[in-house]
């Protein structure tokens, strides 16, 4: 299958002019104090890319006295990013802001085109939740002006941002350690997207609890890039059916929990201890409840919203890292015994 043509943005029409962002910006919002022969130039460059905006966003009204944040994520739907949501509008809402949403439901273009949209139609700052893949683009935007705050995970490409982030590593750790407290020595990995900083750093610190204990981490044991829960109760159901299975796993994200809920229904063999990454509004209704490491995404949420804030007024300050403790809550799925 061929793939599609890669859709025209702002800032190949700005390279394409020779101005800036900001100035394709105001053109095509019909912005005053324009020079007609930068009009001109930019609106040859449109027609020569084929550019289109969006028109819906175009008719917003964008009214100056109200700050405007954009809030743009993987997938609404998700429980931590509804969470996410609430506490970014939570926090928005005591400085008198308005919050827009875009999700890019794990498609890097989407996720283009909503960021553009938002800078085109004078969204003042962004918080972001980073696709996978490299965002070396997104650099033009933040040089033109964009000023925007990175949750969960550093973009790859840009090292230097202002990010709030959970401590990762030491989540992957502690759950690992849990499981290993428990006799169990063949712990299985169930993981999303590899390149993803966030999801890489839970699994380091899974590896780095095995090493400490001097149990070597099994490749065979270790499945990523799985997303949706169906996926993942594939997955490990093949784990379970192998020749010397595991007997315990590590989730990395709550759709992982759910994929291992489904696939140890009817599970004939002894029941895997498990431990994952993620609190959700479930967990403990569960029989045994799941064992999960937790955090407080309301912090997650202000804190964004206060770095934002912060960025705004000083455009010049240092950059900021701001890391979000978590701990590990035991409802029981991760205290259960090895039988290997």
């Given amino acids: 299958m061929g793939t599609s043509p890669r859709r025209t943005t702002m800032a190949d029409v700005a390279r ?19 020079r007609q022969d930068v009009v001109r130039r930019v609106q040859d460059a449109i027609t020569a890319l084929g550019f289109r905006r969006n028109e819906a966003a175009s008719r917003l009204a ?24 609430k506490a970014v509008e939570s926090a928005a809402s005591a400085h008198a802001a308005l919050v827009v949403f875009g999700s890019y439901e794990e498609r ?9 949209t938002m800078y085109g139609r004078g969204v003042d700052a962004m918080v972001i939740v980073p696709a996978a893949g490299d965002h070396a683009w997104l650099a033009e935007y933040v040089a033109s002006g964009l000023t925007a705050v990175f949750v969960d995970r550093v973009p790859e490409g840009m090292p230097e941002v202002d990010a709030v982030l959970l401590d990762a590593g030491a989540g992957g750790r502690i759950a690992t350690e849990h499981l290993l407290a428990y006799g169990h020595r063949r712990i299985a990995l169930v993981s999303d997207d590899d390149p993803l900083s966030s999801v890489r750093a839970r699994a380091d610190g899974y590896r780095a609890a095995l090493r400490a204990a001097g149990v070597a981490a099994d490749p065979a044991l270790c499945v990523t890039g799985v997303f949706e829960p169906w996926r993942v109760e594939q997955e490990v159901r093949r784990l379970l059916a192998l020749p010397d299975p595991p007997t315990a796993f590590f989730a990395t994200n709550n759709r992982a929990a759910l994929g291992l809920v489904q696939a140890l229904r009817g599970h004939p063999g002894p029941r895997p201890a498990f431990v994952g990454f993620d609190d959700f509004e479930m967990a403990g209704v569960f029989d045994p409840g799941i064992t999960v490491v937790r955090y407080d995404v309301g ?42």
């Fill in 62 to 85: 964008r009214g100056g006295s109200v700050l405007t944040l954009g809030l743009v994520i993987e997938n609404i739907s998700n429980e931590f990013y509804s969470r996410l949501a």
């Fill in 299 to 340: 912090r997650l949420g202000g804190a964004a919203v206060e770095l934002l804030l912060a960025r705004l007024l000083d455009p010049a300050r240092p950059r900021q890292r701001v890391i979000v403790p978590v701990e590990l809550v035991v409802r029981g799925s991760g205290e259960l015994p090895s039988r290997g």
């Fill in 16 to 34: 394409h002019a020779g101005v800036s962002l900001k100035t394709v910006s105001r053109v095509v919002n019909q912005e005053p104090h324009v």
């Fill in 108 to 116: 890097a273009d989407r996720e283009v085109m909503i960021i553009e």
